[in-house]
């Protein structure tokens, strides 16, 4: 099984402020690497896939790199609808899938 | 429009099983494309993939999960159903099905709905 941790468990930002989120994957999963937003009460968001690539509709502020076993998920400028939980996602070992345990981002 | 609805008792006591049905709508189980999917959130807590079935029957399961889950599909219905036996307090969770593709940005999940196990 793949395990992906993610860090830091909790980011504490004010708004315009930069973000960036690790993920770390216990074995290479090429670039099938995703990141997900989710908010209370919703299913999760994608944001990003094959590590770099951003999902229809997300903005620009939103960005991914990495490759192999090291990921970052980017936001340049937090905006308010920003805040929530941030998932990354492997799906190099198809059909078997891992989450990494979430980075919450607060308003500080 | 493509729906995924979950639906099922909210509700299950300690040892019995959970069961679930996911009707989908406005795509066919039967695609070559996807499998179908169910994940989990216990409160406050992340995300797990407890398995996925393909239209053919085919079926994969988190190994954590593997002793007491069974996935199985209807293609007639268009739905596939979830059975976890043997829960406890720990299987307290929301569970989302999904229709699921090798290409994640062609997925698609339902809502969710949240299951308590308490007796």
């Known amino acids: 099984e793949i395990v992906l941790t993610q860090s830091p468990a909790t980011l504490s930002l004010s708004p315009g402020e930069r973000a960036t989120l690790s993920c770390r994957a216990s074995q290479s999963v090429d670039k099938y690497l995703a990141w997900f937003q989710q908010k209370p009460g919703q299913a999760p968001r994608l944001l990003i896939y094959?590590?770099?690539n951003r999902a229809t509709g997300i903005p620009a502020r939103f960005s991914g790199s990495g490759s192999g076993t090291d990921f970052t998920l980017t936001i340049s400028s937090l905006e308010p609808d920003d805040f929530g939980v941030y998932y990354c996602h492997q799906r190099d070992n198809w059909p078997y899938l891992t989450f990494g345990g979430g980075t919450k981002v607060e308003i500080k | 429009q493509l729906q995924l609805q979950e639906s099922g008792p909210g509700l299950v006591k300690p040892s019995e099983t959970l069961s679930l049905l996911c009707t989908v709508s406005g795509d066919s189980i039967s695609s070559v494309a996807y499998h179908w999917g169910w994940i989990r959130q216990p409160p406050g807590k992340g995300l797990e993939w407890i398995g996925s079935i393909y239209y053919s029957g085919s079926t994969k399961y988190n190994p954590s999960l593997k002793s007491r889950v069974t996935i199985s599909v209807d293609t007639s219905k268009n739905q596939f159903s979830l059975k976890l036996n043997s829960v406890t307090a720990a299987d307290t969770a929301v569970y989302f099905c999904?229709?699921?593709?090798?290409?994640?940005?062609?997925?698609?999940w339902g809502q969710g709905t949240l299951v308590t196990v308490s007796s």
């Open positions: 094959d590590a770099s």
């Open positions: 999904a229709r699921l593709s090798p290409y994640v940005k062609n997925d698609f």
